[in-house]
């Protein structure tokens, strides 16, 4: 009897002590198993890998667009012979400026023009109002009908570039000669063109910058590349990116930032590669994504202080033209006072 109690407690005892390794050993399992999803969340490359690089060269792709600036300013990147030397140079009266605009005008006819004008128009053009349109600058010259372009063909940067021309730097005086250069009204004449071309510049440099945020930027190339190789990012770009960006193989900076924004927020593929994200992948891309947003405030707020430097050069022209006459009439005043 003694001997059966005792056998049956040993039963029970191994049962119990089967039981708890068994717990033990599901419970090392099913660690190990989180450990694994673990690692597999943290360490998984997502197939949007390739679509990283973009941001990376950002800097190097807004730096290459604004070197484009002083070149395009003195006709630089600008194929058209006609265009190109009213941009670099003075013509030798305000007068022959006006002829000059009127015979390039001929090659950006409207109907409009073209019925009113006859023989003066070389016909429609293909960038019809392409010198006098601001659409030239903001979506690029072409039919009236056409898909916004944010890189600009060579055709079409003529066409921004003559439209800056007409628009921001109008011809207020003619070049000197030597012999008038000497004189001391020649070289007061200097001093207020001087001033006036100040003005000028500054008048332009938000066109001028848009233009060459315009252009093909060859440090896209690389990058392009490279993302076009996520599904989601080449699915966007077939169906978005201008003409241009297609043949060139490389975007302007103005595309590039449309690309960046949009292959996210109006992309539907992105949101698969959302969803196929977790861990310290989805957080990734969410720094990824606060960064793009940064770098746009940044824009905006240099945008904003060039407006202020033209707002403050548009208050000082607005000062001078108030104080200027009651000053020289003060000092007309004084003068005669003094010889009184």
């Known amino acids: 009897m003694g001997g059966a109690v005792s056998s049956g407690n040993d039963k029970i005892a191994a049962m119990i002590q089967q039981s708890t390794e068994n717990m033990q050993q599901y419970a090392t399992y099913a660690q190990q198993v989180k450990n694994l999803e673990e690692a597999r969340r943290s360490y998984t490359v997502p197939e949007s890998i390739c679509s990283e690089s973009a941001s990376g060269q950002a800097s190097q792709i807004a730096r290459q667009a604004g070197a484009k600036q002083t070149s395009l300013a003195s006709g630089g990147g600008v194929s058209n012979a006609a265009i190109k030397k009213v941009l670099s140079s003075k013509p030798a009266a305000p007068e022959q400026s006006q002829f000059a605009t009127a015979d390039i005008h001929r090659n950006y006819c409207t109907q409009e023009d073209a019925d009113a004008w006859g023989e003066l128009c070389n016909g429609v053009s293909d960038l ?72 000028q510049s500054a008048a332009e440099q938000p066109q001028l910058a848009m233009v060459a945020a315009s252009q093909p930027n060859e440090a896209t190339k690389d990058v392009l590349a490279e993302t076009l190789q996520t599904p989601s990012s080449k699915a966007w770009y077939d169906q978005n990116a201008s003409a241009e960006a297609k043949r060139a193989g490389m975007m302007s900076l103005r595309e590039f930032e449309s690309f960046e924004v949009n292959r996210r927020y109006a992309n539907t593929d992105y949101q698969t590669d959302l969803q196929n994200m977790d861990g310290d992948n989805l957080m990734r891309e969410s720094i990824r994504v606060q960064s793009l947003q940064n770098a746009l405030l940044l824009g905006i707020k240099q945008q904003l202080q060039e407006n202020a430097i033209l707002s403050g050069q548009q208050l000082s022209l607005s000062s001078a033209q108030y104080y200027e006459p009651r000053l020289a009439q003060k000092l007309q005043q004084a003068s005669a006072g003094a010889t009184r």
């Open 128 to 199: 019809p109002g392409g010198d006098k349109q601001v659409r030239s600058l903001l979506a690029g010259a072409g039919a009236e009908d056409k898909a916004p372009e944010l890189t600009f063909s060579q055709e079409q940067t003529d066409a921004a570039m003559m439209y800056l021309k007409n628009s921001s730097r109008r011809d207020v005086g003619r070049a000197l000669k030597k012999g008038e250069v000497k004189t001391d009204s020649g070289r007061q004449y200097i001093g207020l063109m001087t001033e006036h071309d100040a003005i």
